[in-house]
């Protein structure tokens, strides 16, 4: 996907929720806001919004003397999905189809983001989530491309989030899967790192690693050796959460987009991916949609 006029306005909303998290002071708010205006100015339109992103947050940190503006939300963010995880182990083993159950469970908690938005109901999400069924129709063909796979590349998104992936993760590995998860090697809004993923326990069902880049999402050209050859050699690579999409979006391979829909750009692009893969989606999936689609550039039935 490449950055659009509309994101403009978004992140320039971003970057006024970071600069309040900098600092109280007014005067560096404003420095904040102005600096940002300048980068917007320069912004490479070819670029996905999360590259694009990398520059402006890095700024956002230099103006405002905070390398990590989120660490604080980040650790919350870890700490309410660890309280609401009894519950939700306990929602999965009640329901007629645990995986399903779960996936949907995984979607939901893509709500907790906040580059894209910064207030959200966690709770009405979930019970949103359970109720319906994931657009794109893949949910079938999803559990049985997984069910099929041997390694599994997980590619992780937000803080708080990571608990509600270590469901379906765990279900993954107690079926002897090969499961590694990756987050981000460097601060980036609340995108989880590698201690996250340990903070949420997520260590103890997959291998953990980080993806060399300090991007919101999975910018291939940009990540490191070692994480380009997991990716290369995954039966299956599930790519979680919206900065994900829009950097894979066109990248062959044997992915699953799984993610809620926060953002009119991203849906007009789903419904463009939708039109060249076998889905049964029509039309354009509204926002606070749950996503579940097949790249339709996928190399599954190699696999």
Known sequence: MQTTLDCLPCFLRQTLYAARLCSPDIQVQKRIMAGILS????LDFRLSPPENAVSIYKRIAELGGCTDPFAGLKEESNKAALKLRPRLEEIIAGAADPAAT???LAMAGNIIDYGAQQSFDI???IDNCLA???WGGGMAQFLADAGRAARI???GDNCGELVFDGLFIRQLAEQGKEVVLAVKERPII???LAGDAVACDLD?????????TGCPGTPLSQCSGDFQKVFLNADLIISKGQGNFETLAGTRGPIYYLLTVKCGVVADHLEQLAGRSATSATGRPPLGAMVLIKNPVSDLDEH
Do not use: F, H, M, W
Request: charged share 20%; with cysteine.
């Open 39 to 42: 980068v917007l100015s320069a």
């Open 102 to 104: 779960a996936v949907k």
């Open 123 to 125: 709770e009405q999400t």
């Open 132 to 134: 319906g069924e994931p």
């Open 153 to 155: 590349l997980y590619l």
């Open 190 to 192: 609340n995108d989880a």
């Open 204 to 212: 103890r069902y997959c291998t953990v690693i980080a993806n060399g």
